[in-house]
């Protein structure tokens, strides 16, 4: 049988930063994917904080400057402001630096870089199961390593494996690009547009890219429905290249080291319940585990010390997020309960609780 010192599940954002992290640390590793071309379909928002910002969430200053380092070529456009739209159309305009990148492009130049490292990539390789130290790949072959590192996704083929079962809501995604509108603020519209979640147009560089996401669909809607209804109201014609997913929204959970294998990014449900956001989490948490996982195969380090390091650095404000959106959550099914509780926070608030700091009683990432 093959022999890896680590295999890598997925090369999305946390598979690639867990491979490269592996393999600067000098362990032998592989990296595998089932998609035909990285990065697409794109299943995406596409939109990044900056590090800056990424740092008024997580305090670990070190681990973001390592980790979240957005490669400056995939960037379509630098953005400065968020608005939040009220269900009666009021916008509320705060400051929020980030980027649009080309997911696309994105996912292919941070397995570029695993591979800059020394991570042997392969794909399309699809991985079936894993049992302890053997990852099973479809066709029969099979692949042992010292770590196995889950990154495949909110479908995780490897946390089913290892009995993950995190509580959480799968939120249905859709997303699309269409023509304008161009500026360089992100919008995001609440209400009946996309019950208990939100919709959004983000810049790109000649286009945008809009979605919805949504707990549950009300009643005899289809996804694609509310994306149409949604893009009627703005003029715009159905777009181009739809394509439909799933992020999971919950508690962070207790552990991702199951034996020799670890969890990171969506397969570990490491997602900004605020927003649906993951990107940034997945790179964090893959950079780590593949760091982990590196030490473990060098000097035997267990590879516990990742639960640790994920807590320390993302369990507080994770757990946060998913506090403030419960809250919030109460005035989500009633429009106009929710355009009041907008105008009574107002811009100020929104910005606070984007920011984790509303409802102070919650608690600052206590
Ligand atoms: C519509 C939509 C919009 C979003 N918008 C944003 C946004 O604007 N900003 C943001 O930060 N987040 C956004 N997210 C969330 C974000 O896309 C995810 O959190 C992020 O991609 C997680 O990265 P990951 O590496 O953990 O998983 P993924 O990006 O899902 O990567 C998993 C990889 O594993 C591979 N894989 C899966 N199963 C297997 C298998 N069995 N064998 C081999 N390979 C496998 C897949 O092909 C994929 O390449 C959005 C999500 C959706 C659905």
């Keep these: 049988m093959e022999r890896y010192d680590v295999v890598v599940v997925g090369a999305g954002p946390a598979g690639s930063l867990a491979a490269r992290a592996a393999a600067e640390g000098g362990a ?12 697409h379909p794109v299943q995406c928002g596409e939109f990044l904080p900056t590090a800056l ?23 379509l456009r630098a953005t400065r402001t968020m608005t939040c739209v009220s269900p009666y159309g009021h916008r509320f305009r705060f400051p929020l630096s980030g980027y649009t990148v080309s997911r696309r492009a994105f996912d292919k130049a941070l397995a570029i870089r695993a591979e800059g490292a020394g991570a042997a990539l ?32 909110p479908l995780s083929t490897v ?46 560089a000649y286009d945008a890219n809009v979605g919805l996401g949504v707990a549950r669909l009300p009643g005899g809607v289809s996804l694609d429905r509310l994306l149409d209804r ?9 777009g181009r290249e739809r394509t439909r997913w799933w992020v999971p929204i919950g508690p962070p ?24 956001g993951g990107i940034p989490t997945a790179m964090l948490s893959g950079w780590l585990a593949g760091r982990a996982a ?31 959106l419960s809250f919030s959550d109460r005035a989500a099914g009633f429009d106009p309960l929710l355009a009041l509780g ?10 606070a609780m984007m920011r984790l700091r509303w409802p102070p009683r919650l608690g600052r990432n206590s």
Excluded at 133 to 147: L, M, P, Q, W
Excluded at 254 to 271: E, I, K, S
């Design 28 to 39: 032998r590793t592989l990296l595998l994917d089932h998609r035909v071309e990285l990065g």
């Design 53 to 75: 910002e990424l740092s008024d969430l997580f305090d670990c200053p070190e681990l973001i400057a390592e980790a979240y380092d957005v490669p400056s070529n995939t960037v």
């Design 122 to 153: 392969e794909y399309p390789v699809g991985v079936t199961e894993v049992h302890g130290n053997e990852v099973v790949c479809a066709g029969g072959r099979r692949v042992g390593a010292s770590v196995v590192i889950g990154a495949d996704g």
């Design 159 to 204: 946390a089913r494996s290892v009995g993950f079962a995190p509580v959480r809501t799968m939120f249905r995604m859709i997303t699309a690009t269409v023509d304008g509108p161009l500026d360089d603020g992100i919008d995001i519209y609440f209400g009946r547009t996309a019950p208990h979640g939100y919709a959004w147009f983000f810049p790109r």
């Design 230 to 238: 949604f893009l009627e109201r703005h003029r715009l014609g159905p």
């Design 253 to 276: 959970p207790d552990r991702l080291v199951y034996g020799p294998v670890a969890l990171a990014g969506d397969a570990a449900n490491l997602v900004m319940a605020t927003n649906g």
């Design 294 to 324: 590196a030490r473990h195969v060098r000097d035997g380090t267990p590879l516990g010390e990742y639960d640790d390091a994920w807590r320390a650095a993302l369990f507080a404000p994770l757990d946060r997020a998913f506090r403030v």
């Design 342 to 351: 907008m105008r009574y926070i107002g811009v100020a608030g929104l910005d």
